[in-house]
C-alpha cells in the first residue's frame, strides 16, 4: 500500500528534520488499548480509541489526557476499568517491527528528530522511552518531544504542530512529518510539511490532503530517505 502525491514530490528535496506521531507512527499502542478492555478483544479496543480520537482531534486546547481517554471509554460504552488498566500498563508499550532500526538509520544520515504527541508530558515521556530503546537495551535520544500537555494543544491544530518546529528551530518546509492516523495527514499537511503516512494498522484516510508515501512499514514509508 503506497501512494505518491505529486503536488508535493520533488525527488531533490531533504528534509533538515524527521517528525514524527508518537503513539501509532512508532508505537504499537493499538494492541495494548485492545488488550486493556474488559474483553481484551480488537472490536471493543478500536470502538474505544475511534470515540478517544474523535474527541482529542476535535478538542483543540489541551485539556487533562487522561480525562479524555476516560470520557472517550464512558461514551463507547467500555468499562471504567479499561483506561485504568491502560494506563497501569503504559510503560509496556512495544514499538513496531524495525521502528530502532529505521530511527537509528536516520540519525546516522545526520537528520534531526522530533516527536509531537496527543497526550500528557508525563505519558508522553514514558512512551517515547519506549520507541527510542531497542530489544537489546540501546537507547537514542530525539532531539525534541512536544506533547499537547506542554504545547497546550491537541493534533491536528496548527498550533500543535508549530510547537514542535519551533522547539526544533526549524520552518514547516524544512520539515518531513510521519503520520500515524489520518488526522495527522491532513493536520501537519495544514502546517505545512511535507507528510508520510505509517499506516501499520490500515486506517481510513480522511480529509483531502495526500501523503507523498503511505505504507504498512515504517521503513517502506520512509523510502527515499533511509
Known amino acids: 500500500m503506497t501512494s505518491t502525491s505529486g503536488n508535493n514530490a520533488d525527488a531533490s ?14 508505537l504499537d ?6 488488550a486493556s478492555t474488559p474483553s481484551g478483544t480488537e472490536e471493543e479496543g478500536r470502538r474505544w480509541r475511534a470515540r478517544y480520537l474523535e474527541i482529542t482531534f476535535c478538542q483543540g486546547a489541551y485539556a487533562p489526557y487522561e480525562s479524555l481517554m476516560k470520557q472517550a471509554a464512558a461514551e463507547a460504552g467500555v468499562a471504567a476499568s479499561a483506561p485504568d488498566a491502560l494506563l497501569s500498563n503504559w510503560s509496556s508499550l512495544q514499538a513496531w517491527p524495525g521502528t530502532f532500526a529505521v530511527l537509528r538509520r536516520l540519525k546516522a ?11 500528557s508530558k508525563t505519558l508522553g515521556n514514558i512512551a517515547v522511552d ?3 530503546t531497542s530489544k537489546t537495551g540501546e537507547q537514542l535520544a530525539f532531539d525534541a518531544v512536544m ?7 491537541y493534533k491536528p491544530v496548527k498550533q500543535a504542530y508549530d510547537a514542535i518546529l519551533e522547539a526544533m528551530g526549524v520552518s514547516a518546509d524544512e520539515a ?9 495527514v491532513q493536520g501537519a499537511t495544514n502546517a505545512g510539511m511535507r507528510v508520510v503516512w505509517h499506516n501499520h494498522v490500515g486506517l481510513a484516510a480522511k480529509g483531502s490532503a495526500v501523503p507523498l508515501r503511505e505504507s504498512k512499514s515504517l521503513d517502506d514509508a ?3 530517505f533511509i
Do not use: H, M
Open 13 to 26: 528535496w531533504r528534509p533538515k528534520v524527521v517528525i514524527f506521531d508518537l503513539l501509532t507512527a512508532l
Open 29 to 34: 499502542s493499538w494492541t495494548l488499548w485492545n
Open 109 to 119: 544520515q545526520g537528520y534531526k528528530l522530533g516527536v509531537v504527541t496527543n497526550c
Open 130 to 132: 519506549c520507541a527510542a
Open 147 to 153: 506533547t499537547a500537555e506542554e504545547s497546550g494543544f
Open 176 to 184: 518531513l512529518f510521519v503520520a500515524g492516523s489520518a488526522g495527522d
Open 222 to 224: 520512509l523510502k527515499g
